[in-house]
């Protein structure tokens, strides 16, 4: 019995993972050891355990552990901050959608339909030209790049989760639980805030985590086409600053990109596992 309540492997070594890079995103700036940004002459592109750089260093001397605990805190940051704020706007856009119907649900999902219509990496590329500095010397004429990666990111995830939890919404407003509170009086406001939005959360936490993913490997993709964050200030930057020395430092690139696998796998794993349990309790109830 004590067998069948014990958590699944992956779901221990995915939470495992999560609280490591979650650390080191909170706590990476209180850890001993060499910064991101500093810069050891003596050391290029040095292999993993060398004395002082325990995964090695990449082509500037720059350590690949302290930049991989730095990076945590942007692609981390960016991706949880851009998903958060998507689920707050886009869960309530869809909740409201389903339950209010008539125009507003109309409106809605036109709005939904436009946004899904156009392609989400030249809505991200159009936000970074716009908003991004202009001048590659002087790039505080611009915003910030990760506001503008933040705004971007949530503007292509929003209609998403919108049509996610109008679907959920819909398929709970017909429940025979919350037909009998119709009956009984209860306000409009009480069945949404107790019946609909408590079985509805569920499902877009799921989609949170399959989305926190994507969004790290877009930023990546991004970086990639020297439109993400300054050289190895995030995984993915880490990634694109160092992809040319593939053929003579391959740990330069390889330990970001197994980091940025083993994050995304993580999160889809997690995703997965609360799909399936949200499965099984939608099909109890």
């Given at each position: 019995m004590e067998?069948?309540?014990?958590p699944?492997?992956g779901?221990?070594?995915?939470g495992?993972?999560?609280?490591?890079?979650l650390?080191?995103?909170?706590f990476?700036?209180?850890?001993?050891?060499?910064?991101?940004?500093?810069?050891?002459?003596?050391n290029?592109?040095?292999?993993?355990f060398?004395?002082?750089?325990f995964?090695g260093?990449d082509t500037?001397?720059?350590?690949?552990?302290a930049?991989l605990?730095?990076g945590?805190?942007?692609s981390?940051?960016?991706s949880?901050?851009?998903?958060?704020i998507?689920?707050?706007?886009?869960?309530?856009?869809?909740?409201?959608?389903a339950?209010r119907r008539g125009w507003?649900d109309?409106?809605?999902?036109m709005l939904?339909n436009?946004?899904?219509?156009?392609?989400?990496?030249?809505?991200?590329?159009?936000?970074?030209?716009?908003?991004s500095?202009?001048d590659i010397?002087?790039?505080?004429a611009g915003?910030?790049?990760w506001?503008v990666?933040?705004?971007s990111f949530t503007?292509?995830?929003i209609?998403?989760?919108?049509?996610?939890?109008?679907?959920?919404?819909?398929?709970?407003t017909g429940?025979?639980f919350?037909l009998?509170?119709?009956?009984?009086?209860?306000t409009?406001r009480?069945?949404?805030l107790?019946h609909?939005v408590p079985?509805?959360?569920p499902?877009l936490i799921?989609i949170?985590?399959l989305?926190?993913?994507?969004l790290?490997v877009?930023e990546?993709?991004?970086s990639?086409l020297?439109?993400?964050?300054?050289?190895?200030?995030?995984?993915?930057?880490?990634?694109?600053k160092?992809?040319?020395e593939l053929?003579?430092?391959?740990?330069?690139t390889?330990i970001?990109?197994?980091v940025?696998?083993?994050t995304?796998?993580?999160?889809n794993y997690l995703a997965?596992?609360?799909?399936?349990r949200?499965?099984?309790?939608?099909s109890r109830?």
């Amino acid at each position: 019995m004590e067998h069948k309540n014990r958590p699944p492997l992956g779901l221990i070594l995915s939470g495992a993972w999560g609280a490591i890079c979650l650390f080191s995103a909170i706590f990476g700036n209180f850890l001993p050891g060499p910064k991101w940004d500093d810069y050891d002459y003596e050391n290029f592109s040095s292999p993993m355990f060398t004395d002082g750089h325990f995964l090695g260093t990449d082509t500037d001397g720059q350590d690949i552990l302290a930049g991989l605990i730095h990076g945590a805190r942007t692609s981390l940051g960016v991706s949880l901050l851009s998903i958060t704020i998507s689920l707050a706007i886009g869960g309530a856009l869809g909740i409201l959608a389903a339950y209010r119907r008539g125009w507003i649900d109309r409106v809605l999902s036109m709005l939904f339909n436009v946004m899904l219509s156009v392609p989400n990496i030249v809505l991200v590329l159009v936000f970074v030209a716009i908003f991004s500095s202009p001048d590659i010397s002087d790039p505080s004429a611009g915003l910030p790049k990760w506001i503008v990666l933040v705004a971007s990111f949530t503007l292509i995830v929003i209609p998403f989760l919108g049509r996610v939890a109008r679907s959920s919404t819909l398929s709970w407003t017909g429940r025979e639980f919350v037909l009998v509170a119709e009956s009984i009086g209860m306000t409009r406001r009480s069945i949404l805030l107790t019946h609909i939005v408590p079985n509805v959360v569920p499902s877009l936490i799921s989609i949170y985590c399959l989305g926190a993913g994507l969004l790290i490997v877009v930023e990546g993709g991004l970086s990639v086409l020297g439109l993400g964050f300054d050289s190895g200030g995030s995984w993915g930057s880490m990634l694109a600053k160092n992809r040319n020395e593939l053929a003579f430092s391959p740990h330069t690139t390889l330990i970001p990109a197994t980091v940025i696998a083993l994050t995304v796998m993580s999160l889809n794993y997690l995703a997965d596992y609360l799909r399936l349990r949200i499965d099984g309790r939608e099909s109890r109830i």
